[in-house]
């Protein structure tokens, strides 16, 4: 079923919104996060009675999680310059922007060795809390290797027809 010009209209704007305020959520999540640090630098962060150690400790894990906080948004940064230059094929209107393992080398075509190069996420796999954990790549990072790889969005449609193709014949 193809969507209405409307809806695809409505589609992108509650897009854009949702990428500002998660931009604006991550914005006010790194100022806490340096003013914590900060706050730890100067002594004056420090909880009564804590010992240096303690808050050195404190301090690391703080600076462990701006870090991851900072890949994530430089990422996310480079995914909304690439938004303007990529256009979405249907699938990905309103998809998440994690991907899983086995999507991405479906839909994008792109081989495991091209996935570890990419961003990951890992998250308790939801099947059952004792397996793996499972991995999610940054979607728009998938999709420009898998672009890049075939000679951009028509020849990925094309090499993802031909794999279709191909598993029907067997």
Not at 12 to 32: C, F, G, P, S
Not at 41 to 66: F, H, I, M, Y
Request: charged residues 40%; positive net charge.
């Amino acid at each position: 079923m193809a969507l209405t010009e409307e809806q695809k209209e409505r589609i992108k704007q509650n897009r854009e919104r949702a990428l500002r305020i998660k931009k604006e959520r991550m914005e006010r999540l790194a100022k806490e996060d340096a003013d914590k640090k900060r706050k730890l630098n100067q002594g004056g962060g420090g909880r009564e009675g804590e010992t240096l150690q303690a808050a050195t400790v404190r301090n690391e894990d703080v600076v462990r999680t701006s870090n991851k906080k900072q890949k994530l948004q430089a990422a996310k940064k480079q995914q909304e310059e690439e938004k303007d230059d990529l256009e979405l094929e249907e699938f990905e209107v309103g998809a998440s922007e994690w991907i899983t393992k086995s999507e991405a080398m479906k839909m994008y075509c792109v081989p495991q060795g091209t996935l570890a190069v990419c961003q990951v996420e890992e998250r308790p796999n939801p099947h059952h809390a004792s397996w793996k954990p499972m991995k999610l790549y940054l979607r728009s990072q998938v999709r420009q290797k898998g672009r890049k790889r075939f000679g951009g969005l028509e020849g990925l449609v094309e090499e993802r027809n031909k794999r279709r193709q191909k598993q029907l014949e067997k």
